[in-house]
């Protein structure tokens, strides 16, 4: 009878993952969008990430380290996604990008187009520039300027040393200045 698992067990590992996925969808979601550059990816990524969570939450012991295992696995499954495409010479889609725009977010008491093309303009630059990043590149950057992930916890979730992650940024960075330089020159 060692081996077998209570119904109550069951039920109660079964409740605190639904609550897991509660408080770390939206998490997942904005990384996963994020990394892959369209909703459609995103919302395939946060998927395939609980549904590997789910199968491995057995194993899963530190219940307090959730939120690392769990970007872990979003970032594999974000980085699956941009391989695959890669292999497949399919370019990013980006049908939501009409639906998302940031300048239509800000408030604003007088709208001025050339503003709103300028701004769609840049957010398409900013994306292409991302695409031209290594699947780690991309990971360590969106963990560390877009989400704030401190160094140490990108460590964890990238797997490996805090060095590399800081050597990963710093290219990234550099990477992402040398594609967006005719952007900041233009006047």
Known sequence: MGGMRSLEAEEADAASFRALVEEHSRMVFRLA?????????????????????HRGYESFDARARFGTWIYRIAVNCSI????????????????????????????????????????GEIGRSVASALSRLSERERAAFVLRHLEGMPIEGIADVLKIGPNAVKQTVFRAVQKLRRELAPIGSVS
């Open 33 to 53: 969008w994020r990394m892959t550059g369209n909703v459609e990816d995103a919302e395939d990524v946060v998927q395939e990430t609980f549904l590997k969570a």
């Open 80 to 119: 699956d996604v941009l391989r695959r495409r890669r292999s497949h010479g399919v370019t990013p889609r980006r049908a939501d990008e009409e639906k998302i725009d940031p300048v239509e977010a800000i408030p604003s008491s007088e709208p001025v187009p050339e503003q709103r093309a300028f701004a």
